[in-house]
């Protein structure tokens, strides 16, 4: 398969983890007899000192033009002074809108070997935990009017939460086609015994849920779901929920499996070019120092493997190389723990790509 690759390397540590990933997608291109293409892209800070601007209207037409996209992370204290319309995150809401991306994957997946860095009881950790929470991007209270007033002489504040019937179907598809792609089991989480955009977001949910008769179905109220992924998260394959939701219940997933450095993320919408970036930031502490943990951006480029060119074995692979980097002892400073052998951020990627080749 021929693949073009849109790469914002970003600001920070971006530059740094973002080269191991694309060692590792070229060693997979080889083993595999692919080719990809690689477009550079400027966004955030780079963009702004370059060009004046985060994302100037070229670079979003580069990502339209590819396949999918790869990036690090932007954002740094050289750019913290800027107005909030002018700042580098500035540019990824307008990548995520520009591209019409409605849905946000996060994988909570433990990595055995790095259990102790979980702040959940080992009893329940030992049950493995590996879900996705899709949450939907770019509707709901975020995106509804916000409005302070004056009413009988006090402050009063509205925010408006809407969900049409289209908004709810199109992420409930992802929800569902992704599980097919895992352990084919959805749960759909909303707050029906209250809010009337839940009340439709679990009706529409019922009637995609006849058409995937192979997924499992299930719907659960959010204060639930909140304890349930603290108390035995090995239930969940895949989470759906609206976006307020779903910022909530992704970051408690991503906390209880330990380390911000291992974590990938998709955003998606129409068709299969997506956006892959790890959940972390652009760690200006570390930058610069080959100290930063690659493997949630090797992990992103193996999500775009899978769920952007349906190339699953390719996936797995480079899963498989992190799995055996992790059980040879190899850990980066930020997941550092005894016994273990601490390597540089370029070092993993050596030993990553030994084991994929
Ligand atoms: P951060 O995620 O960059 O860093 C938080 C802590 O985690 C730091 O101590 C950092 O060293 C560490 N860390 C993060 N990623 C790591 C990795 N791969 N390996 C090892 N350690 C890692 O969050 P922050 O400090 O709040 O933000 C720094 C900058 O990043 C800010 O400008 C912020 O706006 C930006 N940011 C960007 C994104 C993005 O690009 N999507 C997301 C969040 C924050």
């Not at 073009?4 to 530059?15: C, F, L, N």
């Not at 952007?308 to 074995?313: C, G, H, L, T």
Request: with cysteine; charged share 25%; hydrophobic share 40%.
């Amino acid at each position: 398969m021929e693949k073009q690759i849109a790469v914002i390397r970003g600001d920070g540590i971006g530059p740094e983890i973002v080269n191991e990933a694309l060692r590792v997608l070229e060693a997979v291109a080889e083993k595999y007899g692919h080719q990809f293409q690689y477009v550079d892209v400027d966004m955030g800070g780079i963009a702004i000192d370059r060009w004046g601007q985060a994302l100037p209207r070229e670079m979003l037409d580069r990502c339209l033009a590819s396949d999918s996209v790869l990036l690090g992370a932007v954002g740094g204290p050289k750019w913290d002074g800027m107005p909030g319309d002018q700042r580098p995150e500035k540019g990824l809401l307008a990548l995520r809108s520009g591209m019409g991306l409605y849905a946000n994957n996060r994988p909570a997946k433990l990595w055995k070997q790095l259990a102790q860095a979980s702040p959940l009881k080992q009893e329940i950790v030992e049950k493995g935990i590996d879900f996705i929470v899709v949450r939907e991007l770019i509707g709901g209270v975020y995106f509804g009017e916000h409005r302070t007033d004056e009413v009988n002489g006090e402050q009063k504040a509205t925010d408006v939460m809407s969900y049409s019937e289209h908004e709810i179907e199109r992420i409930g598809r992802i929800a569902f086609e992704t599980a097919r792609k895992r352990r084919k089991k959805v749960t759909s989480v909303d707050k029906a015994n209250v809010l009337d955009t839940s009340r439709l977001w679990r009706k529409v949910m019922h009637q995609l849920a006849e058409e995937y008769p192979d997924v499992e179905y299930a719907d659960m109220l959010v204060d639930n779901a909140a304890m349930q992924i603290a108390k035995d998260p090995s239930q969940f394959d895949v989470v759906v929920t609206e976006n307020m939701f779903g910022d909530i219940l992704s970051d408690e997933a991503s906390m209880i499996t330990g380390s911000i450095g291992m974590i990938p993320s998709s955003s998606l919408g129409e068709g299969s070019r997506g956006l892959y970036e790890p959940i972390h930031g652009s760690a200006p502490d570390i930058a610069g120092q080959n100290k930063a943990n690659p493997i949630g951006t090797i992990l992103s480029a193996a999500m775009m493997l899978k769920y952007s060119f349906d190339m699953d074995e390719e996936a797995a692979a480079v899963e498989t190389a992190v799995n055996q980097a992790l059980d040879a002892g190899l850990r980066t400073a930020d997941m550092m723990a005894d016994g273990c052998r601490q390597v540089s951020c370029s070092e993993m990627g050596d030993a990553i790509l030994g084991y994929l080749k």
